[in-house]
């Protein structure tokens, strides 16, 4: 059986002639279905043009990308993708169901079956009493519940998520990370998450996969040995979390370091 994502020797160039960006070099990384995998680097390294071309946003310039062993040429239909700026990824003319709803139309579901499962995505998320609001009636985190809601609904193979929670106050995005554990568990649903912040990626993955500075290329692949249960407070604690932080934590200094040495 292939993996849900096989990424090979995936390149990405912004440009041609000297003034030339290369974002993304000779990368290549799996991820099993119902695995929660998080991509972390520093800001600037390449995360985001990584997960565009994964996304079939971007078309890379080398390399393959494979979903289900089908080579990815355009967005997928089974894929789905969070952004990291909520505030303009939501209609503000539609209520909440009908941000959730909006994508579910172009998948030829009726209106039956648009309406139950936004319904059931907005009771995973707990905003099931918020669906008649519209978006500039709630809070950031309730709209990134909403994004979250909307992303589900579709009921993807493979959910990408850029950054998800970097514009959230510190209690909101433990709830959203909380809550993204949970559904991941509840659904089975296969995630990859790119982020920047070390103790998120450590707290949310099954997985850690390192990035160097850019052009980013995978560097460290971990896996992250705590309990599936996991708490905010005392699984930050834990002997194991500290360990894996600090090794990720040297990862990424030890790439920085050597980036700019050269």
Same mark, same amino acid.
């Given at each position: /059986?292939?993996? /849900?994502?096989?990424?090979?020797?995936? #390149?990405?160039? @912004?440009?041609?002639?000297?003034?030339?960006?290369?974002?993304?070099?000779?990368?290549? @990384?799996?991820?099993?279905?119902?695995?929660?995998? *998080?991509?972390?680097?520093?800001?600037? *390294? %390449?995360?985001?043009?990584?997960?565009? *071309?994964?996304?079939?946003?971007?078309?890379?310039?080398? %390399?393959?990308?494979?979903?289900?062993?089908?080579?990815?040429?355009?967005? $997928?239909?089974?894929l789905a993708v969070? &952004?990291?700026?909520?505030?303009?990824?939501? &209609?503000?003319?539609?209520?909440?169901?009908?941000?959730?709803? @909006? $994508? =579910?139309?172009?998948?030829?579901?009726?209106?039956?079956?648009?309406?139950?499962?936004?319904?059931?995505?907005?009771?995973?998320?707990?905003?099931?009493?918020?669906? #008649? #609001?519209?978006?500039?009636?709630?809070?950031?985190? +309730?709209?990134?519940?909403?994004?979250?809601?909307?992303?589900?609904?579709?009921?993807?193979? =493979?959910?990408? +998520?850029?950054?998800? &929670?970097?514009?959230?106050?510190?209690?909101?995005? @433990?709830?959203?990370?909380?809550?993204?554990r949970r559904v991941?568990?509840?659904?089975?649903?296969?995630?990859?998450?790119?982020?920047?912040?070390?103790?998120?990626?450590?707290? =949310? %993955?099954?997985?850690?996969?390192?990035?160097?500075?850019?052009?980013?290329?995978?560097?460290?692949?971990?896996?992250v040995d705590l $309990?599936?249960?996991?708490?905010?407070?005392?699984?930050?604690?834990?002997?194991? &979390?500290?360990?894996?932080?600090?090794?990720?934590?040297?990862?990424?200094?030890?790439?920085?370091?050597?980036?700019?040495?050269?």
């Open positions: /059986m292939p993996a /849900m994502l096989e990424v090979k020797a995936l #390149r990405h160039r @912004f440009g041609t002639g000297p003034g030339a960006h290369t974002a993304v070099e000779d990368l290549s @990384f799996t991820v099993e279905a119902g695995e929660l995998a *998080c991509l972390v680097g520093h800001s600037g *390294c %390449g995360k985001s043009t990584l997960l565009r *071309c994964v996304a079939g946003l971007t078309r890379p310039t080398g %390399g393959t990308i494979r979903l289900h062993g089908t080579e990815v040429d355009g967005v $997928p239909p089974e969070v &952004f990291q700026d909520y505030g303009r990824s939501l &209609f503000p003319w539609l209520t909440v169901a009908g941000n959730v709803e @909006f $994508p =579910l139309r172009s998948a030829g579901l009726d209106r039956r079956e648009r309406a139950s499962r936004a319904r059931q995505a907005l009771d995973w998320v707990g905003l099931a009493d918020a669906h #008649r #609001r519209f978006p500039w009636q709630l809070s950031g985190g +309730m709209q990134q519940r909403v994004a979250i809601a909307r992303a589900l609904a579709s009921r993807p193979a =493979l959910l990408l +998520m850029d950054e998800p &929670f970097a514009s959230v106050d510190a209690q909101t995005r @433990f709830e959203l990370e909380d809550l993204l991941r568990r509840e659904q089975d649903t296969t995630i990859l998450l790119v982020t920047h912040d070390i103790d998120e990626s450590v707290y =949310l %993955g099954d997985r850690v996969l390192v990035l160097s500075s850019s052009p980013a290329s995978i560097v460290a692949d971990l896996t $309990p599936a249960e996991r708490d905010q407070i005392t699984t930050r604690e834990s002997a194991e &979390f500290v360990a894996l932080r600090g090794e990720v934590a040297r990862l990424l200094r030890h790439r920085a370091v050597v980036g700019e040495a050269s």
